[in-house]
Structures are given as C-alpha cells and as structure tokens.
C-alpha cells in the first residue's frame, strides 16, 4: 500500500468515527452543568471544567443551558451531572428510552449538586419533569422548592419509568402561596406507571404552601404502578400520601415518623376497581394524627408493619387519633365500590391517643370480617378510655373491642395478643417529647418478647441515603404468601368476596 493510499483508508476511518459520534444516541455520554456565575462561559457540556469562550470545551453555564437533543445534547442512556450550588429549575424536556434512562445526578465527583429555588416564582420547584418518561434524578445533595422539591405531571401523557432515589430533600422554606408544596410529588390527568422512589430522606415540607397545610413528603397522584422504598420521611405534614388510583403499587421499607398528621394515607377514589396495594415491613412511629390510614382499598395486603403512636395530645385536624385507620372502597363522587377484600396481616399496633384501630363509615364488624382476613395481629392500647379495635362510625359504633369482650375476639384471631409487646429501647419512646429516644430506637422485636416470632421485623439502616442497597423484604412462612417475579407479593390465602384481576 502506498503512503496515499494509507492516508486515504485513515482519513474514512477518521471520517467515519467522527459520523458516529455526532449521534448522541451512539455511546452514552457524561454531560455536566455548573452555576453561571462559577462558569460564565457556555461551554458544550461534554467536560466539568469551565469552557474558556462560548461553545468550547466544557460545562453547560448554569441550568438554562442544558441541551436536550438527541444529536447534540443529553439523549439516551446519558448521565447528566449537575455540580455545584443551583437557584433556578431543572426542566428536562427530553426522554430516555425504555432500556437505557436519561440520569440527572447530584452525585457529581467533587462538587455535590443542589438545587434551591425558595424565594422564586410560585410555581418553581426545583426540578420539574413534565410529560416526559425514562428519566432517573438521583444523588442530589439537597433539593428545595419553592413550590415542591421535585414535580412530576402529566398534562398530556401518561409518564413511566421516572426513578427518584438516594436524594436529600429539606422543602420546609418553601412559601409558594398558591401552590401546594410536597417533597416528591405526582400529578396530572394522565397519570404514571412504573414509577420508583426509594432510598430518600426528605427532611419536611412547609405548612404555609397554597394557603392550606397540605403538604407531604411524598404525595403521588394517580399512580398505576410504582414502588416506594426505603425512604426516611419526617417533619412533613403527611409522610406517604397516596391519593386518585392506586394499582399495583408496593410500598415497604419505609420509616415515616415524626410528620404533624399521618404517617401513611392511602385514598383510592379515581376508578373501581381499587388496588391492588402492598404495605409491607413499614415503620410508622410518633406521627400526630394517625400512624397509618388505609382507605377505598381492594385486594390489598398491609402486612407486618410496626405502628407505635406514642402522643400526648392531638397534633392536628379532628380526632379520632391512633394507630390504623381503615375505611370502604368509595369512589370521589361518593359511590361504593363493592367489598373490602383486603388482608391485614402480622402488624404490631401500639397506641396510647383514642383508638388501635378503626374501621369507619359502614363497616360493622360482622361486615369487615366477612369482606376481610385479619390475622396475627398483635395490639396493644395503651389508652383506657378507648376501645383497641372500633367497627363503625366512631360517633355511633356498631361493635367494639376493648379489654371487656377481647377474650372472644382473640380466640377467633389466630396470633392476636392485646398485651404490651417488647420493643428493643421502647422506654425510651413513650412520648411525643421523646423524639430523639424513639429515633434512636431499632424497634426489632426483643430476644426475650412472647411474640418474637409472630410480630413483623424492622431495622432502619436501609432507610434513606445511607450507601446500603436493601433487597425488598422477605416474609417467613407464617401466612401463605407467595413470593412472585419481580419481588412483587401476592396473598394466596383465603380472602372472602370475588377477587378482582
């Protein structure tokens, strides 16, 4: 080969790769983004340093100047780096594909990314993503709306497979008087599939946002089918507020404690039918209305959670106060859908604030257990004034259970036991002011409790960002449960009524 023809056969070489280069959905790429006022310059994104002149070599100058494109820009399967201190919003406008995800990350090397938008217009949450799918945010520092920390809409089509995991959200200085303000929240008509927060802290929401209290930590709207795992969620009004339809969607893992209302709502009530919902291996302690209200659900399962309602007095809202409350399936407009259906099974439930558990607005407690498999349950009402389990309205009940008549309740309940259970350091976790010794508790079952092999079991140090990957939990044999695919988890045992698919 002459020397021409060498050079020849190197430049369509040369020629070629810089073709396949040029396709942004080639090889994934590092793209980075730095505050404006640390990079002047817009450089092309593709390197952390600051780019010396407009377009060369380096990063995007502040967050206005991302590239969403798929030739030049973030695209599939790319990781976008966000470094630094941010005051402004992040609005992706593009999507990933089903098997390679656009990554948002805060977990730039060196330089943590934040973002911080309170202060600013009503509706500026830190990061906004809207209408789009396959997009991941992850390892952020610290996030904090002005409206919430991170928005997810569909206003014109269904959004799927958005990951939000191992953040750190603080959204108690938002002040948005128009908007509702959450730490992570869902919302639209279209709704979302395949959604996944896991391994968060959110440290509180705001109490003044949209002129009315309603603030979570993490509100999902319309959700089709998603997971919620392992989050830390505290100082929030409501920690996990679930609310329109709720199918498919598996919740454990998580440690809701702390929040001024309840430490987990669930409100089915776009569509019959309803679920199904798995709350499984949760820890709800020391919230100030309810530890957990399960409501309009179906099919469901709540399954060896740990509920520990140590207040005082009422911290919010009307009573009642305490640790389960359970309401029918009831769609919006006030229309029943047919039965409960569900399975509460192996929960350890101690409160001292008015009632263990409730079941409300119909059920008498000869309805609720021909609709309903309650087994294993272990109660513990630390109140005398109030009955353990109330079936009814709780202004005019039908039935109760209470230190009266519990004898024959337990003898119809395989594993119920109304006694105080033996918490790991429960003397210190015995009132809303013992906030720090009940945080500091493990709350597993001690060696030396009764019931150490019919209560659920539950550690905290997979909650949160804490660097530890948790596998989702693993029940032992004492219900009839399968373990499916995909670590999903189907009762099989004996539910009364049809069972819907």
Same mark, same amino acid.
């Given at each position: 080969?002459?020397?021409?023809?060498?050079?020849?056969?190197?430049?369509?070489?040369?020629?070629?790769?810089?073709?396949?280069?040029?396709?942004?959905?080639?090889?994934?790429?590092?793209?980075?983004?730095?505050?404006?006022?640390?990079?002047?310059?817009?450089?092309?994104?593709?390197?952390?340093?600051?780019?010396?002149?407009?377009?060369?070599?380096?990063?995007?100058?502040?967050?206005?100047?991302?590239?969403?494109?798929?030739?030049?820009?973030?695209?599939?399967?790319?990781?976008?780096?966000?470094?630094?201190?941010?005051?402004?919003?992040?609005?992706?406008?593009?999507?990933?594909?089903?098997?390679?995800?656009?990554?948002?990350?805060?977990?730039?090397?060196?330089?943590?990314?934040?973002?911080?938008?309170?202060?600013?217009?009503?509706?500026?949450?830190?990061?906004?993503?809207?209408?789009?799918?396959?997009?991941?945010?992850?390892?952020?520092?610290?996030?904090?709306?002005?409206?919430?920390?991170?928005?997810?809409?569909?206003?014109?089509?269904?959004?799927?497979?958005?990951?939000?995991?191992?953040? +750190?959200?603080? @959204?108690?200085?938002?002040?948005? !008087? *128009? #908007?509702?303000? $959450?730490?992570?929240? &869902? /919302?639209?008509?279209?709704?979302?599939?395949?959604?996944? +927060?896991?391994? @968060?802290?959110?440290?509180?929401? !705001? *109490? #003044?946002?949209? $002129?009315?209290?309603? &603030? /979570?930590?993490?509100?999902?709207?319309?959700?089709?089918?998603?997971?919620?795992?392992?989050?830390?969620?505290?100082?929030?009004?409501?920690?996990?507020?679930?609310?329109?339809?709720?199918?498919?969607?598996?919740?454990?893992?998580?440690?809701?404690?702390?929040?001024?209302?309840?430490?987990?709502?669930?409100?089915?009530?776009?569509?019959?039918?309803?679920?199904?919902?798995?709350?499984?291996?949760?820890?709800?302690?020391?919230?100030?209305?309810?530890?957990?209200?399960?409501?309009?659900?179906?099919?469901?399962?709540?399954?060896?959670?740990?509920?520990?309602?140590?207040?005082?007095?009422?911290?919010?809202?009307?009573?009642?106060?305490?640790?389960?409350?359970?309401?029918?399936?009831?769609?919006?407009?006030?229309?029943?859908?047919?039965?409960?259906?569900?399975?509460?099974?192996?929960?350890?439930?101690?409160?001292?604030?008015?009632?263990?558990?409730?079941?409300?607005?119909?059920?008498?407690?000869?309805?609720?257990?021909?609709?309903?498999?309650?087994?294993?349950?272990?109660?513990?009402?630390?109140?005398?004034?109030?009955?353990?389990?109330?079936?009814?309205?709780?202004?005019?009940?039908?039935?109760?259970?209470?230190?009266?008549?519990?004898?024959?309740?337990?003898?119809?309940?395989?594993?119920?036991?109304?006694?105080?259970?033996?918490?790991?350091?429960?003397?210190?976790?015995?009132?809303?002011?013992?906030?720090?010794?009940?945080?500091?508790?493990?709350?597993?079952?001690?060696?030396?409790?009764?019931?150490?092999?019919?209560?659920?079991?539950?550690?905290?140090?997979?909650?949160?960002?804490?660097?530890?990957?948790?596998?989702?939990?693993?029940?032992?044999?004492?219900?009839?449960?399968?373990?499916?695919?995909?670590?999903?988890?189907?009762?099989?045992?004996?539910?009364?009524?049809?069972?819907?698919?």
């Amino acid at each position: 080969m002459t020397i021409t023809q060498l050079l020849a056969t190197l430049c369509f070489w040369c020629s070629s790769l810089s073709a396949f280069a040029a396709v942004g959905t080639a090889v994934p790429q590092a793209w980075f983004v730095r505050p404006a006022s640390i990079c002047p310059m817009n450089g092309d994104g593709l390197g952390y340093e600051c780019a010396a002149t407009t377009g060369a070599h380096g990063a995007f100058s502040g967050l206005s100047n991302i590239l969403w494109t798929a030739t030049t820009g973030v695209d599939d399967g790319d990781t976008l780096y966000v470094c630094g201190a941010h005051a402004s919003q992040l609005a992706p406008t593009g999507s990933g594909s089903p098997t390679a995800r656009i990554k948002v990350s805060g977990d730039c090397p060196g330089d943590r990314g934040s973002i911080n938008t309170a202060g600013g217009s009503a509706l500026d949450s830190a990061i906004l993503l809207q209408n789009t799918s396959h997009v991941e945010v992850s390892g952020f520092g610290l996030l904090t709306g002005n409206r919430s920390a991170i928005l997810m809409y569909a206003s014109n089509v269904a959004m799927t497979n958005i990951v939000i995991t191992r953040n +750190v959200i603080d @959204n108690r200085t938002s002040a948005s !008087a *128009t #908007n509702v303000c $959450n730490g992570v929240m &869902s /919302d639209g008509p279209f709704g979302h599939e395949q959604l996944v +927060v896991d391994y @968060n802290t959110i440290l509180g929401t !705001a *109490t #003044n946002c949209g $002129n009315t209290s309603n &603030s /979570d930590a993490i509100n999902l709207i319309r959700l089709k089918s998603g997971r919620i795992a392992w989050n830390d969620v505290s100082g929030s009004e409501g920690g996990i507020d679930l609310d329109g339809s709720v199918e498919g969607v598996e919740v454990y893992g998580n440690y809701s404690h702390d929040n001024r209302v309840d430490g987990m709502k669930v409100f089915g009530g776009h569509a019959c039918p309803i679920g199904p919902l798995t709350v499984q291996q949760n820890l709800f302690v020391n919230n100030g209305n309810w530890g957990a209200i399960w409501q309009n659900q179906r099919n469901g399962v709540f399954a060896d959670n740990t509920i520990i309602q140590f207040r005082d007095t009422p911290q919010s809202g009307n009573a009642p106060y305490g640790g389960l409350q359970i309401e029918n399936p009831s769609l919006f407009d006030g229309s029943a859908c047919a039965g409960g259906n569900s399975a509460y099974l192996g929960n350890i439930i101690t409160a001292n604030w008015q009632y263990g558990v409730v079941t409300h607005y119909s059920n008498t407690r000869a309805e609720f257990e021909a609709a309903n498999v309650w087994e294993g349950n272990l109660l513990y009402q630390r109140g005398t004034q109030t009955p353990l389990v109330w079936f009814g309205t709780p202004l005019a009940p039908t039935s109760q259970v209470n230190a009266g008549n519990y004898t024959g309740w337990q003898s119809s309940h395989k594993g119920e036991m109304n006694a105080a259970p033996q918490f790991v350091d429960a003397a210190n976790c015995v009132s809303q002011a013992s906030v720090a010794g009940c945080q500091a508790s493990d709350f597993r079952l001690a060696t030396s409790s009764p019931f150490k092999n019919d209560g659920p079991w539950w550690g905290k140090e997979c909650v949160g960002v804490n660097g530890k990957v948790c596998v989702p939990p693993v029940r032992v044999a004492r219900f009839p449960v399968t373990v499916a695919p995909q670590a999903s988890y189907t009762f099989t045992g004996t539910i009364t009524g049809p069972l819907l698919p």
